[in-house]
Structures are given as C-alpha cells and as structure tokens.
C-alpha cells in the first residue's frame, strides 16, 4: 500500500468540494489556480462548471498549470419516458465523452439515471426494472462511440439510496456484471468509478474490488459518512470525520492494482461550503496524508 | 397472488405508523381501540409503547379485541464495544422474546444494530466487520433461546444509508447468508422481517425472496419511498405515494409462499405524524386495497 503521509502527489480534488465557498459559488478556473498554489496535481471538473468556464479556455489553463484529471464529471442519465429522450441522453453522453478527450481525462465518470423525472420529484414510471435495460442499453451504445475515440467509461454505483433519482446501479458487483457482459474481453475502455460514500456498507465491499482488479478500477472518491447525516444528498463529511475504514478499503483497492488518485468528492451544504476555500482544501491536503 | 381489493383481513398496522396523531404521542390502548374499531385484525406493537401501557394489559386487551400480532417489535442491537455491552445486550433479547412469547407474537423482529455508539453521532468503533460478527454471534445466542420458547427471530436487512447507526445487516442476501450459516434445516425459528421500504432498490431482490422461500419469509412490511426523501429515518411514504413496485414485489413475496399480513410501517414526522389517527389508519385501509 502506497505511502501518502509524506506528501499529496496521489491528491485529486473534485471541484464539487470547493464549488460553494464561503457559501458562494466560486467559478472553476479560481478553484483550478487555488488548486495549482497547493502543488495539487490532478482535479475532476464537472461539466455546467467547464461549460461556464469555456471548454477551450480551462483545457489551456489546466495545461500551463501542468494539472491533469483524475476523471471527468459526468455522462449517465440515460432513462427516459421515451424514444426522444433516450435518444436525447446518448447525443447527450456523446458530448460528454468529446469534452473529457478534450480535457485529456483518463475517463468519463457515468451517473446512470434512475426513473425519469424522479429528481425533480414526479417519476415518469415506478418500474426500476425497466430503468435498468434502459441504462444497460445506453452504457452499450456509449461505448461503442466511446472505444472509437479512446475514452474510457467509469460507470459509479451509487448509494441505494440515490436509487430513485440518480442511479439505479448501487452495487459494485452490479456495476462489475454490466461491465462483463459489455465488455468481457476486459479492454479497459470499460470500469467503475468506486466512492467510498456509495459502497463502504456493502458486505460483498472487499469480495467485489478484488473481482474488478485493475482493468476496472477507473478512479477512486474519498470522503466519509457523518452519524448523523442529514441530508441524503449534500451532507457528505471531510475524511476522518465518519465511519467508512478508508484505510482498510484503500488497501483492498491498491491490493486489486489501483494506482491511481484518491479523489475527494464532498457535498457538504451545512458544513464545508460554508468554509474558505482555504481551509478547504488545506483540511483535504492533511486529511489525504494523515488518514486516507 | 391473493386479492386485497375487496377487504382488509390481511391488513396488519405497525404501531409506530400512528404512535403520533396530530403531532401528539398516542398511547398503545388506545391505538388497539382505534385498529379494534376499524376490524384491523392485526398490529406490530413496540416494545417502549408495550412497556408503557403494561405487558398484561396488553395482552388482555388484545385478546379481548381479537387482534393477533403480525411481529414484535424489536429485538437487536447486538453490537457493544465491550463484553459487559454484549452481555447486556443478549440479556435485553431475552427479555424481548419473552415478552413476544406473553404476546403470541408470529416472531421476534431484529433490528440487529451497526456500530455501537452510532446512533448516539459518536462510534465506540468503525470496524463494520466486527459489528456484524459481534450480530451473527447475538443472533446465534437469541436463537439458542428462541429455540426453547418456541418464538421465531426475523431479521430485517435495513437500508444501507441505516447501515451505521442502527443495522449492519443490509440486504436480504446477506440476511439470508445469515439464516442458512445458523440454521440449516430452515426449522423455521430463522428468518427475516422484509420491508420493502429498504430492500426495494436491490438489484438481487426477486432472486432473493425466491431464494428466502415460505420458511423464511415471517413477515412483510410496506409503505413508499418518496422522490425527494427529506430524512434518513422518518419521511416515509404511504403506499402509492413514492416510487415502490408494491404489487410487483408482493407478487414476489407470495410466489415464494408468503401468505400472512401486510404490515405498514410509516414514520412520517413531517406528514402522516401530524396528521389524525382516523385519517391515516383510514389511507392505510384504502390503500392496501387499491395499492399493495
């Protein structure tokens, strides 16, 4: 297992963490500078973000910082009502998968979708089932475009209870079966992105990382799981702060082969968005080499 | 698949679904009043409403009313971080059956525990391992007890995001895993309590409940997942309000051989819980005729 307690040249930061400081949105190419000033190396940008930002103009920044990406976020939602929505959301992930080529990302992070339309609180359908074909049918076709430019697909199971709204993958061995049937030949075009968030409960957790191995270990998120947690969705805690062994899980996951960044991703409405970017990204940096 | 649509004789009310009633706590005689009027042949009390309103009280007045016990809620909690923990907490289950056994509860649910000292925001622990040895040996001891009393211990697998604070036992597989390791023979003193509340998402799920079969399904629960959820433990839905297949899964469920009560288990702080007790046990009764 790697050594991370005497520097953070393994530290990616996903720019989630740092959208909101102080309460107040920060546009990406400041959190890309605050980034360069820490000798952080790599970041994982979300897309309103770079489209805000312009494409072009943060490829080039990322460039004179000598930054790189850990991942890019993200493709997914792929279910919809119907055949122009569906087809909405492959155009839709075709321009994702261009971007991060652009960006030169080592993968595109897929959230899959769960029932349409149950994000903004009125499912189109109840049938889960059915939402799963849909993101199957939709990985598949991805990766076809996906292969042609070499732009491997990080598919991120999602925390059971996301199901509803964001994803209706939430398992790894879930993820890890999709991944098999569509690309079996283990290409690397065609992994998982494994958050701790989403999976550190799951009693098949170790069983499941050593099945994936190398070839399916795309990327790697940190951050922890605060008792209480208030909200389902932006009340993630800083690493240390919860219950997940990310020690422990990281040892599986190097065990496997990873060796790659360990990313951290925190949504964090009540707590750390409301911080300096400062203090932020200086809790990430100690946190990354004291208990990641 | 039986035909709920004409009566509610398989109707079971968890009592905590109107513990409150306009915002106010309800005591359990008169919750027994309100099920007795209503002809609800069946509830789930708790063990803190029990206590509160005397064991042979509630008994008598059950008896009386004719209501039998579709489980007895809850036994558990296993883990502690020390052995004096652990002693107490077999003790507790002991007592727990045999208040279901004064009761002629159907079985004894377990709400098996997560790290000791969680649910109170502060773990002895982080090792979730340790926890679930620390409930597969607890549940070992309970049964050895239940064994002799004759009372069925049901396992209910809660929803990953309960996973750190009140139950490390989190899907049916795993429950199931549980149930075959300490009894084999399927005597029928083992199995599970499934809620469809924190099972609904899993991708294994009909493959599981065919798997469970007649000898360990001793008891369902039911009520919705609603899109937005505002809160981890109580913002449950009533049936047809959320995003649960609930005839699809019921159909599962009786396939397999399940042909006892449909429980509904709400906890609804910001909605049902301040609503009258006429008004929910009426929903309740609407609904598992046109929706479960």
């Given amino acids: 297992m790697r050594d991370f307690s005497q520097d953070h040249r393994w530290l990616s930061i996903n720019t989630a963490t740092v959208r909101r400081q102080a309460g107040a949105e920060v546009p990406l190419d400041r959190i890309i500078d605050q980034c360069a000033e820490r000798g952080i190396r790599a970041i994982s940008p979300w897309r309103d973000q770079v489209a805000a930002a312009g494409l072009d103009k943060v490829a080039a920044q990322l460039r004179a910082h000598g930054i790189g990406l850990s991942g890019y976020c993200r493709g997914g939602f792929y279910p919809a009502p119907d055949a122009a929505g569906l087809k909405a959301a492959l155009e839709d992930n075709r321009r994702a998968i261009d971007e991060a080529k652009m960006l030169d990302a080592p993968c595109l992070v897929l959230v899959v979708g769960g029932l349409p339309g149950a994000l903004a609180g ?30 491997p697909l990080a598919i991120e199971p999602l ?36 958050d701790v968030y989403h999976v550190w409960w799951d009693p098949k957790l170790e069983q499941q990382i050593a099945r994936a191995g190398k070839e399916r270990l795309l990327a790697y998120h940190v951050c922890d799981w605060l008792t209480p947690t208030r909200d389902l969705l932006n009340d993630r805690g800083m690493m240390g702060d919860g219950a997940i062994e990310l020690r422990k899980i990281r040892g599986w996951v190097e065990a496997a082969g990873y060796a790659g960044y360990s990313e951290v991703e925190i949504f964090s409405a009540q707590d750390w968005w409301l911080r300096g970017g400062e203090e932020t990204l200086a809790a990430c940096i100690e946190r990354h080499r004291s208990v990641v």
């Fill in 122 to 151: 009125n499912p189109a359908y109840k049938d889960i089932g059915r939402a799963r074909t849909e993101v199957f049918d939709g990985i598949a076709a991805s990766l076809e475009y996906a292969r042609k430019v070499d732009m």
């Fill in 159 to 194: 925390h059971p209870m996301q199901a509803a709204d964001r994803a209706c993958i939430n398992t790894l061995e879930q993820a890890l079966d999709i991944c098999d049937a569509l690309d079996p030949q283990k290409s690397g075009m065609l992994g998982v992105a494994l």
